[in-house]
């Protein structure tokens, strides 16, 4: 996804399944800190939420691990996720990184990457 496969992925560069983990722990640490995600995630299993975006994410990174989860379609429908909102989580996503040592060029390819993703997660005004 973000690049030829000749080349070691994204997922090996940054340190594979444990930086995966790091990240995932520091980027709901901050959404769920964040007054205006938070109440997304009000009755949300967060350990099983967790879970599912490690995969995700490392799967999006070019980990060759199965992703799980239901699709961002099914995950977000009904939760009327705002534009806004997906802003401000790519933005915590994209903290997450620069704090486990992800160089900024690197970020700047996973933040556009999520890009096209805003069409299936956001459904609110
Ligand atoms: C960059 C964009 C995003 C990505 C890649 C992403 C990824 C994911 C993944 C992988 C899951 C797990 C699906 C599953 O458990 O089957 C999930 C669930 C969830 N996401 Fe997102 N997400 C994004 C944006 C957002 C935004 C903007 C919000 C709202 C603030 C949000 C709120 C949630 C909630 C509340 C759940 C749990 C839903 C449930 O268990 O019922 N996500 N997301």
């Not at 994204?10 to 769920?32: K, S, T």
């Not at 099914?74 to 997906?86: K, N, R, V, W």
């Amino acid at each position: 996804m973000f690049g030829p496969m000749d080349k070691p992925s994204i997922f090996e560069r940054i340190g594979g399944e444990p930086a995966v983990a790091a990240v995932v722990d520091v980027f709901y640490q901050r959404v769920l800190a964040d007054e205006q995600l938070a109440r997304h995630f009000v009755g949300t299993d967060i350990a099983a939420l967790k879970g599912h975006q490690r995969s995700f994410i490392a799967h999006a990174l070019g980990a060759e691990l199965p992703y799980a989860g239901r699709s961002m379609e099914h995950a977000h429908a009904e939760l009327g996720i705002t534009e806004d909102d997906f802003d401000l989580v790519v933005g915590h996503l994209a903290a997450a990184l620069a704090d486990s040592g992800v160089d900024q060029a690197t970020i700047a390819d996973i933040a556009s990457a999520l890009v096209p993703l805003k069409e299936a997660i956001v459904t609110g005004a």
